[in-house]
């Protein structure tokens, strides 16, 4: 089965991290504005998942999540959970650490693609 997104090394071992220290955790990839696009790492009770998000899978036994908007410009590729040096966003848990998630991404080739969209149409009959 194709995953829609998945992480890098560095990114599950700064996942354990942030759950060591807070518990449990999710993503939501971020559609702009003050964090620009970008994989954002909040508590659960942090932020609303509703209608308009769609859970692309895990990480790190991680829920990782995307607005519908969001989604129409990445669904046709693989998100890639990594990690950078630096500071990232002001909202994402692992601010102050001096690394930051970051979204990676890969196009699908039709092979994958086609079996993507065979189980989203088996999910919507």
Same mark, same amino acid.
């Given at each position: ?12 071992? /700064? $996942? ?6 807070? @518990?449990? $955790?999710?993503?939501?990839?971020? @559609? ?14 942090? /932020?609303? *998942? @509703?209608?308009?998000? $769609?859970?692309? =899978?895990?990480? =790190?036994?991680?829920?990782?999540? *995307?607005?519908? /908007?969001?989604?129409?410009? +990445? ?17 994402? /848990? ?18 994958? +693609?086609?079996?993507?969209?065979? $189980? ?6």
């Amino acid at each position: 089965m194709v995953e829609r997104v998945i992480a890098t090394p560095a990114a599950l071992a /700064l $996942i354990e991290e942030m759950k060591a220290l807070h @518990g449990q $955790i999710m993503f939501h990839q971020s @559609g702009g504005c003050c964090d620009n696009s970008a994989a954002n790492c909040y508590l659960p009770t942090d /932020l609303t *998942i @509703g209608s308009q998000d $769609i859970k692309l =899978g895990e990480v =790190g036994e991680v829920p990782f999540y *995307i607005g519908k /908007l969001q989604y129409e410009y +990445w669904k046709h590729t693989q998100l890639i959970l990594d990690v950078i040096e630096g500071s990232g966003g002001t909202f994402s /848990l692992e601010g102050n650490t001096g690394r930051a998630f970051h979204t990676r991404s890969r196009l699908f080739t039709d092979d994958e +693609w086609a079996e993507i969209e065979a $189980i989203v149409e088996r999910d919507l009959a």
